[in-house]
């Protein structure tokens, strides 16, 4: 027990000594005033001096503050800093800063910060940063931000983040991270994101695993969800959206006839598992004449040379001869169950049963399918009717 008790005494000093070296180059003085740089209770010595408590009418400059630091206007410590800080405009830090920041305009500090910044214009940190950064217009990082951003314009990240950014505008990672981003307008991860890009606008990212949601994703590989109106990958698992283009998935033309219209085309595209619907349909009837337009979003299920898709179409149908008249199409949506066979490696046969509903104030349907079924009336001025069907065509490559 005397060992262990003689062995923790001398650990102790050995610890105060080291700490009694780091602190030699500063003369410590519990409370320091100041008015102006150069004007102080710390005279021309104030890059060694270090204070518990400094209050900067105008503003003022010191070596280290440990404890709170108040200036009307701004503050400026050489070294580091520990505690809190505030001021009407600006604080300045040279290497370290850990504990709380507040400025009107803006903060900055030269290396490292671990804590909280918060001010009305910027924050800036030259390495990295580890809490939460507030900013009315931006954050900057030089490296690495574990913690928490949010900014009304942008904030940036010269290589990673960890944890959260969040911007009215565009957020920035150089090297992506691991966490959420987002942004009002864009999301930008260099490389490699783990997490969620969410955005009012346009997310980026060189590779994911998570998820993208915004108007455009836009992403060099990615293993996970993408829910936007445009999808651009170069491979992605599953891209929800009116349009996704995806370089290693699929693109199919298609060929094909149903019960309501012979005469039908279209394209897919998407992933190897989920994609989108584009078509076009004409079924001739003389002055009766309808054209259909149909966009719609599916998923495929490929067994060897055979296949599965299911999918769900919706048409904007057209009849002449006034095609555009008494406000707008009818519409017609389609659930389909489609076979294939890959008869070659650029063609394939398909065929399926299909289940059709058909909305419209203007005619009950009767002569959309080519055979008739029950008519159903809603709100006595909608029609709808239900009825299965068939489709059957070709598919390449």
């Known amino acids: 027990m005397r060992r262990a008790s003689l062995f923790a005494a001398v650990l102790a000093l050995v610890a105060a000594s080291a700490a009694t070296a780091s602190e030699g180059r500063f003369t410590f003085r519990p409370v320091s005033v100041s008015f102006v740089p150069g004007f102080s209770t710390n005279g021309s010595e104030w890059k060694s001096v270090s204070s518990s408590f400094s209050l900067n009418v ?4 010191i070596g280290r503050v440990q404890g709170v630091e108040l200036g009307s206007v701004f503050n400026i410590d050489e070294v580091d800093a520990l505690g809190f800080q505030a001021a009407g405009v600006f604080n300045t830090v040279g290497t370290r800063f850990e504990g709380a920041q507040m400025a009107g305009v803006f903060n900055v500090v030269g290396q490292d910060a671990l804590g909280f910044q918060a001010a009305g214009v910027f924050n ?3 390495s990295g940063f580890e809490g939460a950064q507030l900013a009315g217009v931006f954050n900057i990082v030089g490296e690495y931000a574990p913690g928490f951003e949010a ?5 940036i990240v010269g290589e990673s983040f960890f944890g959260a950014q969040a911007a009215g505008v565009a ?14 307008v864009l999301n930008i991860a260099g490389e490699q994101l783990s ?3 969410l955005s009012c606008g346009v997310n980026v990212a060189d590779e994911f695993s998570g998820a993208q949601v915004g108007l455009v994703n836009i992403a060099g590989t990615g293993r996970g969800l993408q829910v936007g109106l445009v999808n651009i990958a170069g491979d992605v698992d599953v891209p929800i959206g009116l349009v996704s283009i995806v370089e290693q998935g699929m693109f ?11 005469v039908n085309v279209g394209i897919k595209t998407g992933s190897n598992s989920i994609y989108n619907v584009f078509m076009v349909g004409w079924r001739p009837n003389g002055d009766s004449t309808r054209v259909f337009g149909g966009i719609g979003i599916g998923g495929h299920i490929p067994v060897d040379r055979f296949f599965v898709d299911v999918d769900l179409l919706s048409h904007g149908v057209f009849t002449g001869p006034d095609w555009f008249s008494d406000g707008g199409p009818d519409l017609l949506s389609s659930l389909r169950l489609t076979g294939g066979w890959q008869v070659t490696e650029k063609l394939a046969v398909t ?23 029950p008519l159903y009336e809603w709100r006595g001025s909608e029609y709808v009717r239900v009825w299965p069907g068939f489709a059957a065509g070709l598919q390449s490559p």
């Open 58 to 61: 105008i503003g003022g400059s």
């Open 124 to 126: 800036i940190v030259g």
């Open 151 to 155: 900014a009304g314009v942008f904030n």
């Open 171 to 184: 957020n920035v990672a150089g090297r992506g991270g691991d966490g959420v981003q987002a942004a009002g």
């Open 195 to 197: 997490g969620l890009q």
């Open 252 to 262: 199919h033309v298609n060929a094909w006839a149903t019960e309501f219209a012979p």
């Open 351 to 373: 065929a399926g049963p299909t289940l059709n509903v058909w909305v419209s104030d203007r005619e009950d349907g009767s002569r959309v399918p080519f055979y008739d079924l």
